[in-house]
């Protein structure tokens, strides 16, 4: 997102995101910040709860891809 702040709180699974092809796990409860332009991609290793804010305002949700 050439635009978006996005700030990613897991709330219950377990999920990681890909920065460029660099994993990094993401903490249930702890926020996860990312720029905008920055690639990432979030992988959900089970079934999760995420809470996703989009700044500024967006339609839609972000994709999160199964393991």
């Known amino acids: 997102h050439d635009s978006k702040h996005e700030t ?19 903490t249930v409860g702890v926020p996860f910040y990312t720029p905008p332009g920055t690639t990432h991609n979030f992988v959900a290793e089970t079934d999760c709860w995420v809470i996703f ?6 339609t839609g949700y972000p994709e999160v891809r199964n393991a």
């Open 53 to 58: 804010v989009v700044t500024p305002a967006s």
């Open 8 to 26: 990613v709180i897991l709330y219950r699974g377990h999920s990681r995101i890909d920065l460029g092809g660099v994993l990094a796990d993401l």
